[in-house]
Each structure stands twice: as structure tokens, then as C-alpha cells.
């Protein structure tokens, strides 16, 4: 278990800094997401990290030494790549005790702590087969074994469930962090997937343009998105922005209902809201359609839940409310979170 | 159904024929070998796919004792391996070094070293003829060891370049994450899953030098020094006199196990060859 720490970290390729300037500290134990689309320098973070890639300026620290020069065998760390990377010309018993070999261990020490991690995983009747006879959600299992056996100080995963169907991949999120729990590694983990950073991260840190934009818990960055990158990439469907004068206003689709079940609301704001389509989808309502009281005529979401019978038709406006405390603010240039302005709701006609 | 059947009769009847051309020549060097000349030159009524006359191992007899086959044989594989060894040796580490650390110009050296290859030893023998004096290897078997890797190499990195490109480097970096430096990855990792490749570059390249003929022919004049495809030429065609069964045992003798080896790699043959088309797109 170590500290991770880094300092304005730099990575360009060519003309392109992948990671810009990035300053994070990861706790020790912390279960930290990297989370961003594709192109973000996520990955290369973790790379960096890792030591398979070289920082073009800045500073790694892990258990308090600067590992900048060291290669990637001499960092305690593991690794699990969204492709697995087994190897495939070695069975699942020499594809875990691969680390294991590499520091000289002998033949029975070997074995045991094989097999106990085999045996964490699951995957004890499957010690002496090959990778390619082995479904996804197993080969997953045997890179996090061989990925524990060392005992690392530092775990990194790079997307390890993108592989995984929809399914399986919840149960396998589930497993995963209660094993992370379990062994208490400082863990780093890379995804672009909304779902799983929030359902798993301690902390997570959303990056754009190999830029930090927020670092928080899943619930800080949710209510409080620091810009309208972070609010639209968070929640699904994301946070509804309404422009008006220079600001833009934000407010989540489950906190934008329809004017009568706002009792929980400490004070209510009334918008008329054109529906054009509703999306029944079992445990939920969309309703897609125009607000036009607050600034422009804008499309937005509501998100309400099953309990809520209320009939709702496409094609008519209804009074629908929201909370002035769940309301975020941006400026409409630079798209920065800012204080709180003054709403105009204009009432539409015919409501 | 029958339309099925129909396709399936039209394929074997496809794969018959073209087993029938491939095999022919085989068969026809097999049966002349064991003829004896008044079958062969003045038996000219009789069908020539079948014996007339009773066989004869006279012709054999002639090759093993009267020429110095089993030395051409020899010779030719000490000069192969020793080919195959240092073409190993080089293209392993080049198509490795292309493949993966020279970026988009590994692609561009690997596409110039591989139109080396098509220069063609008519060319190039009369330079190297010089060469082989200079170094003063005239006459010896070292002037061939020394002058095939010219063109076994150039194409042994190309091809090699594909099955090196194959080899996800998400497991390479799994190694050397997993406690070894880039060359023990390489070593534990790279090389065994390039076997296949290597396998393939050391059976072409040691077919490549046997029915090399110009070469040897230019660099070497003495009996006693000679491969396979000069020995069995300069040998048994004296004057214009053709021992032609004698002829067609000696290549029946090496072209059987070449054979052989060819099919048990076939697989693996094409899949480098389509690999290398690939990235040399």
C-alpha cells in the first residue's frame, strides 16, 4: 500500500499534450476513478504511472519516492489492461505465477500463493488451461489474480470490465470493489463509463483535454458539477443547460417534475414544459420536450420515477417545478461553475 | 440437394485435377529413375506413364557411386544451416526493432529491405563475384554462407515483420509491468508467440538456398565444393550427354523431405505470407 502522488505532470505527443499540468494525490487504499471520453489522457495518466509511458515533465511520486526514472518492474505496481493481455502460449497457473518467477521465488512458494489467489477468484478448476479456452468474465478473473499475487503497493486498471456484456459486467463491478475493500490496495482505476466511475470510486477525477476538470466524491461531482463539461458528462441522461443572458442554468431531469408531487421542494420554481415524447422505460419515465419560461426555447429531460402515475401525454405543456436549491450556475463563456444570479421565469401563454 | 451434390462433385472434381497436375512430376522423376536407358530413349510405342520392362536400380548405383552426390548433399546442408542460423539471427532481432520501435518508418525500411529481395541474383553476381574474391572465399562453401543471407534476410525480416506485428503489445507491457525488462519480455514472451514466424523463415530459407543456382554456379568450381543444384547439373550432364534417371533420383531424393516439411508447415506458411501482405500494404 503507498501513496500515489503527482505533480504537474505533463505528457505531449507531438504538438499534443495529452495530459496537461494534472496535481492529484491518491490516498492510501483510496479506490480512485480517472474518468473522461476517449482522448482525455486518462489512459496515458495511468500509463505514466505505470512507467510504460515517460512524462515530458513533472513528477510520480509512489510510497513517497520518485519513481520517474525507475521502469515499470521496479514500481510495485500492477496492472490489468482492458485486453487482459494474457499470455497466450502459458497456461492459467503459469500466467499468474509469471510475477512471481520474475523475482526468483522458489517452486513451492510458487504454488501456494498461486493457488490461494486462484482460489480467491474462483478460478481453481481452471488453473491448467489456456486463455483462449476461457470465456471473458474468467480471463478477467485470471488477469486480477495475476495482477494480486505480488502483492503490489499500487493496483491499475485500464477499463478491465469494457470487455464484459452488460450483464456480467455489474456483477463483476460488485466483485471488484469488494475485493479492492478486502486487500486495501491504493487502487487507480481508467473508464469512460459515467456508471461505473460513480458506482465505484472513493474519489473520481473527470478529465477532458488531458486537464483535471473536478475531483471529488461521486456525490460532490453529481451536485455541484464545477463546469458543463463535468455536468453533461455525469447522470444519465445528463444535467439539463438552459441558457439565460450570461449565464447558463443547470438542473438534473429527476429534479425537474411535474407541479404537484414537489412537496419534498424547499422552494419551488414553476416552468412550463412542451412535451414532445415520452420514453417509458419500466423503473422510470423520459419526457423529452421544450422549456421556454427560463431564457431560450431549450430541449430538455425530465426523468420521473414509476411511483409517480400521473398521465402525461406528448404534444401538450404542463407546469412542471423545480428546487431554486438544486440549481447549478455557469458562466456562459468560459462554462465555470458561479454564485447563484437571479431567475426570470416568464409564464408562456396558454398554460 | 442435388444442386449441392452437383457443387460438391464439381469441387472434388476441381481438387482431382489440380492433384493430379502438382503430383505429376513427382511421379514421372519417380518412375524414370527406375528405368533403364532402352525403356527411356527406344521404347517409343509403349505407354511412358507405366514400366514396360522390368525396374532397375543401375541408375541409383550410378548416382551414390560413380558422382559425388552424397558430398553435393552435404554441402548443401552445411550451407543451409549455417544460412538459416544467421538469418535467424539477424532478421529475428530487425523485424522486431521495425515492427515496433520505428513507428510509421519501421513500415517504409521494411517495404525498402524487402524490395532488395526482388533484385535479381543475375544482377548482382557479377559485384558480388568480386566481393567473394576480395574476401578471398573463391571456390569454398563460406562464399555461398556469406552471400545468401544477401537475400534470405531482406525477406525473412519482411515476413517476420507481420507475425511480430500480430503480437499484441498489451502483453509485452504486461511483462515488463509483470517484473522483466523489455528484453526478458521479449525473451519470454515475444519469442515463443513469434515461434510460428521463425519456424516459417527457417524452412524458407533453407529451401531458398538448396535450388539456389547462379551463385553457385559463378562462385564455385570444384567438385569436392559443390551443392546440391551445380553438383547434380555439371555431374550428370556431360557434354550433351543427359543421365536423365540418375538426374531425376537426385532431385527426387532432396525434393521428397523438402516436401514434406513444406506440408507439415503449410498452415503457418500462409499465414505468414498473408500477414506480411498486410503490413506491407
Redesign the interface.
Known sequence: MAVVEIRQLYKAFGEVNAVNDVNLTIQEGEFLVLLGPSGSGKTSLLRMI???EKPTGGEIRIGGVVVNEL???ARK???V???Y?????MTVYNNIA??LR??GMDRINIQTRVERAAKMFNIYHLLQRKPRQLSGGERQRVALA?AVV?EPDVFLLDEPLSNLDAKLRALARDELKQFQRQIGVTTVYVTHDQVEAMGMGDRVVVMNYGRVQQIGTPQALYRAPANTFVATFLGSPPMNLVEQDNCIIGFHPEHFLPKGIDQHMQSPITIPFEVTRVEYLGSERFLYGYVQGVGERTRVVSNIPSLVQLAIEAGRTYDFVADLHDLSYFDKMSGDRIAPVRLQIAQAAGV | MIRKAGQTGLTYFLITLFILFTAFPFYWMLITTFKNDNELYRNREANPLVFNQAPTLDNLRLLFNNTNYQTFVENSLKVGIAVVVITVLLAVPASYSLARLAGAWGERLGIMIFMVYLIPPTLLFIPMSQIVSFLGLRDSLWSLIVIYPTFTVPFCTWLLMGFMKSI?V??E?????????RF?AIL??VF??ALPGILTVVVFAFTLTTHEFIYALAFITTSSQKVISTGVTSELIRGDVFFWQAIMGAGLLVAIPVALVYNLFLDRFIAGFTMGAVTGK
Not at chain 2, 507491457?173 to 525488462?181: I, K, L, N, R, T
Open positions: 505505470a512507467g510504460l521502469p515499470p518492474r505496481i500492477a496492472m489492461f482492458q485486453s493481455a494474457l499470455y497466450p502460449h509469471f510475477p520474475s523475482v495475476r505480488r | 499484441p498489451d502483453v507491457e504486461q511483462a515488463m509491468v509483470d517484473g522483466y525488462s526478458g519470454r514472451v515463443p508467440l
